[in-house]
């Protein structure tokens, strides 16, 4: 062991030296006080036996300048007195010295005191290393987690589907939570999201979500092998069988997990599904801004043996959104340790209704981050949003698109592209007057994007494409200008009062829908919607 | 833009050659109108050709109203299409504007 001596006398320094060398020490000895603390800071001395009185520096000093440093382990600091008074005992102990030795030493006092020393270092550092062991372990409990995560958990949100968008993000904690997601596409435009989360932490928890996760691939190709061609088994027959699997191994595990299971059905307007205690999903009305919480009424998988699992139907229309969300996002607590909460999510979302799905969970991570001050967060924080397609993945029976400079001169060039679509590609074309209200609208929206978004630069693109379905035409413009900010618009003075001011007007009275978002691939869009035969096509104007 | 002016008495009526008064245009419009209205307190806009107008090319013809009020002279409308009247009411701007069938009504009205 490397042992400090700092000693003035001469015989006393020499004797111990003489001592420490011979039972194995590796020692250094100097004479006095400012000496012993510059070669401390140099070595890695592990104890320090120190003269209380020397020349520049004392050994009260030496010893609590020691104890002021940090150190990645213990020193044992000896102090040698000639002194034994009781008053200087507790000076010398307030200072840091672990042990006296009193002057002139006898050498088996020295050699037992010496051994107490040195078992407290050695234990102490034994300490440490079994610490630093379990840090290591414990990271890499982590590393595993999140390696199950990524690889086990976390299914990949499909693209390029023809009736909804999904995005699925997924921000991991510290510690390792049981959060998981997946999705099935069927062939007949239905998506299924399977989003939950298993009550823990650590790796038994993300293993137990792996295992949930696969049952339901299992159980999904186990009915489909079973029912009719074609026909898909419903959520709720999922949900038991999987809780059938797996629920008697689970109570034995005292675990338990929370998921919904849902089905979207596009072309059929509806999502069916299964809520074992989970969140409750957000739904967001496009066309009338309302908010619905869709929940079940079923406990948890691996609660209850008994318990049947039913699923429930919820109406939906095109543009609506769902948005699915672990409770380590609305559980996210800022420093007052206030949660994030229900409420405030379904305002971020009413106010951030036009994000495309990307764009949406990512501004929900931001604004949770930006509540809790901080990045890394207690628990994951998982979310799912899907918006449904404009079109619900209905083909339109007529489709056309065209690409302009962003140069007020095209205006007609527009105005033609969609006469000629509404008129001419359709049969029975659009209406005289539907024509005319369409052809205004996406006038004035496309005046307004070189105008305003692109700020009159007319070395810009301006992307139309027109879509006709039965009941509808559909013509969207698409730039890549600033957002158009609907606040900032002033109302129309219809007492002439002033020239401008009517273009936002215009075009929400000659279409039916108006829509204003940032597609995935961050261009943003204005979408234009005449329905055929409406009352407001029909509608004479007085 | 394209325009014609032809004095029928005390009256300048100003016919627009365009098909389209819209922002692809509005510019050249207004450009070209300020002098007539300089010169003329009487006015009467032939829009007879026009099958389009836009919500600047409304805002322009607005103006000139306005233009033309402020100074104590008069604006009249005729030849609306379709269209372009069913624009007019949507913003109700045919409540602000005198419109006329035709331009000889409209003339006839500013004599009167």
């Known amino acids: 062991m490397k042992i400090l001596i700092a000693e003035d006398e001469l015989v006393s320094r020499r004797l111990l030296e003489r001592h420490l060398e011979r039972w194995g020490h590796e020692v250094a000895a100097v004479s006095n006080g400012a000496e012993a603390w510059e070669l401390y800071q140099a070595g890695e001395f592990r104890i320090v036996i120190s003269d209380w009185m020397m020349p520049q520096m004392d050994g009260l000093e030496l010893i609590r300048r020691i104890r002021a440093q940090h150190h990645s382990g213990y020193v044992y600091a000896i102090l040698l007195t000639s002194k034994s008074q009781k008053e200087d005992i507790v000076a010398g102990m307030e200072a840091g010295a672990d042990d006296f030795l009193t002057k002139p030493f006898d050498r088996d006092e020295l050699r037992v005191r010496l051994r107490a020393g040195q078992r407290v270092v050695e234990l102490e550092g034994a300490l440490l290393s079994s610490l630093q062991d379990l840090e290591r372990a414990r990271q890499r409990e982590v590393e595993i987690g999140a390696r199950i995560q990524q690889t086990l958990l976390l299914g990949h949100p499909p693209r390029d589907l023809p009736g909804v968008q999904v995005a699925a993000l997924t921000v991991p904690s510290q510690q390792i939570d049981g959060d998981f997601y997946d999705f099935f596409v069927h062939h007949d435009q239905c998506l299924d999201v399977v989003v939950g989360d298993v009550m823990g932490k650590g790796v038994p928890a993300a293993l137990l979500g792996a295992a949930i996760k696969s049952h339901f691939l299992r159980a999904l190709s186990q009915l489909i092998s079973l029912l009719d061609r074609g026909k898909l088994p419903e959520p709720e027959e999922l949900v038991r069988l999987v809780h059938d699997d797996v629920t008697r191994e689970f109570i034995g595990l005292e675990f338990f997990a929370t998921l919904c299971y849902a089905r979207f059905d596009p072309p059929r307007g509806r999502v069916d599904f299964v809520d074992c205690g989970h969140t409750k999903t957000i739904h967001l009305r496009q066309r009338t801004g309302e908010i619905e919480m869709l929940a079940g009424e079923n406990t948890p998988l691996g609660v209850s043996e008994r318990e049947v699992y039913r699923q429930v139907s919820a109406p939906f229309e095109a543009g609506d959104l769902f948005f699915f969300y672990s409770d380590g996002l609305t559980e996210a607590q800022n420093g007052a340790g206030e949660f994030f909460g229900e409420e405030q999510l379904v305002d971020f979302l009413r106010d951030n209704a036009t994000l495309e799905p990307q764009a949406l969970i990512q501004k929900v991570h931001a604004a949770v981050v930006d509540f809790s001050h901080s990045e890394s967060l207690k628990d994951d924080l998982t979310c799912v949003a899907v918006r449904i397609g404009d079109d619900c993945g209905e083909r339109p029976v007529a489709h056309d698109e065209m690409e302009v400079p962003s140069d007020l001169a095209h205006l007609p060039g527009v105005r033609a592209f969609v006469r000629r679509f509404c008129r001419e590609r359709l049969a029975p074309g659009l209406s005289e007057q539907g024509t005319d209200q369409l052809e205004l609208a996406v006038a004035e929206a496309t005046s307004n994007i070189i105008r305003h978004a692109y700020h009159g630069r007319s070395d810009r693109r301006v992307q139309l494409t027109a879509d006709a379905f039965d009941d509808r035409v559909v013509i969207q413009m698409c730039h890549e200008g600033e957002a158009f900010d609907l606040t900032t618009v002033q109302a129309p003075a219809f007492d002439g009062s002033r020239e401008g001011g009517f273009g936002v007007y215009i075009i929400a009275q000659s279409v039916d829908e108006v829509r204003y978002f940032r597609d995935d691939s961050g261009k943003n869009c204005v979408r234009l919607v005449k329905r055929r035969n409406t009352s407001k096509e029909e509608r004479q104007w007085k | ?112």
């Open chain 2, 1 to 112: 833009m394209e325009m014609t002016t032809e004095k029928v008495g005390e009256v300048t009526v100003v016919e627009l050659r365009g098909e389209q008064l819209d922002a692809s245009n509005v510019m050249d419009f207004k450009r070209d109108i300020a002098p007539v209205l300089e010169a003329n307190s009487r006015v009467v806009f032939d829009l007879s050709h026009l099958r389009f107008v836009d919500s600047s090319g409304l805002g322009a013809i607005l103006s000139c109203l306005r233009r033309l009020n402020g100074a104590g002279g008069e604006l009249k409308l005729c030849g609306l299409a379709k269209p372009v009247r069913a624009l007019f009411e949507l913003v109700r701007m045919h409540k602000i504007f005198d419109i006329y069938p035709t331009r000889d009504e409209a003339v006839r009205s500013l004599h009167a």
